[in-house]
Nanobody, 123 residues
Framework: QVQLVESGGGLVQVGGSLRLSCAAS????????MSWFRQAPGKEREFVAG????????YYDDSVKGRFTISRDNAKKPVDLQMNGLKPEDTAIYYC????????????????WGRGTQVTVSS
């Protein structure tokens, strides 16, 4: 069974940091683009950050640029997301996703999804 499993979410104060990780089982994702999406209550799932298959190219939503950093190490686990300077509007469930479209920001470009990890930023 192919699975992506997120971890590292939690409750943090404004300005704090969290590091999310995504572990894979059932197959290797070394040839896939990997991204993080998030979904807040009552809102659609939105793109946050992505990295191409070998880690050479990263791309971010403007709302997180300069605060979040996506990285991958294909030898260890597919993808991490370092989140600094967290704001209340970052509160959401964060999902890891894998797909074949480098640079893609649409949910429809991704074939595999984790179940998500909750991030809550308190003011």
């Amino acid at each position: 069974q192919v699975q992506l499993v997120e971890s590292g979410g939690g409750l943090v104060q404004v300005g704090g940091s969290l590091r999310l990780s995504c572990a894979a089982s059932g197959r290797t994702f070394s040839s896939y683009a990997m991204s993080w999406f998030r979904q807040a209550p009552g809102k659609e799932r939105e793109f946050v950050a992505g990295v191409n298959w070998n880690g050479d190219f990263t791309y971010y939503d403007d709302s997180v640029k300069g605060r979040f950093t996506i990285s991958r190490d294909n030898a260890k686990k597919p993808v991490d997301l370092q989140m600094n300077g967290l704001k209340p509007e970052d509160t959401a469930i964060y999902y890891c996703a894998a797909g074949h479209g480098d640079g893609a920001r649409s949910i429809y470009a991704y074939d595999y999804w984790g179940r998500g990890t909750q991030v809550t930023v308190s003011s």
